[in-house]
């Protein structure tokens, strides 16, 4: 008769029963750990409940829709390529007639300050005093508000309400002589508005 084997006699000892009792259990906890990280909620709008060994997932409701971002107003979408015009400001020379009297044209011009570069004046003529204002000593200060078409010529204008007509007309024949550099806005040719302040008067 043969001798029972070590392994076999080991097998039936209380310590390797103990033993195998114990990995049975610590393996049976390990089946409760997940193995791969779950999904995060943020990106597939799921949620992780329950206190199981198996997590279950329920779908969360959305009660309304995110409001989108309110929008500035008057907002202007960006354009490629050149900058948008500015408004004309020229008309704001003529400070005595308001904005609703204003011709087309004084609406429609820029003044200095919106240019690209200050206007330089190539020509100027200044006006004859008539003798006959001369002899009766008739003075006089008053604004002429004149437009500069994008080729540098004086055009258009407007003189201030109260100077003498005998005044005026020398005044404007002399200004319709004078000549600008060509006003630029954003590098486009535009048409600008001056005022020039005309001045009579006798010396002692």
Known sequence: MLAASPLRT????PAFSAALLLAALWLG??????????????????SVQG????????????????????SEPNETPPTAGRPQMPKPLGGSQARWLASSERPLWLQNCFAPHQLDAPLQIQRTVLPDY???????????????????????????????????????KPSIAALQKWKFSRPTAQGQPVSACLAQVFRYQLED
Do not use: W, Y
Request: charged share 15%.
């Open 130 to 168: 008539p003798q006959a204002m001369a002899v009766n000593e008739v003075q006089g200060r008053f604004v002429i508000v004149f437009e500069i078409s994008a080729t540098g010529k004086v055009g258009n204008h407007l003189v201030q309400p109260g100077a003498h007509p005998a005044l005026v």
């Open 10 to 13: 080991g097998l039936r000892s």
């Open 51 to 70: 206190t199981g060994t198996e997590p279950t997932r329920s779908r969360i409701q959305s009660t309304s829709p995110a409001p989108a971002a309110p």
């Open 29 to 46: 906890g390990c089946r409760q750990i997940p193995l791969a990280p779950e999904p995060s909620s943020e990106l597939d709008g799921t």
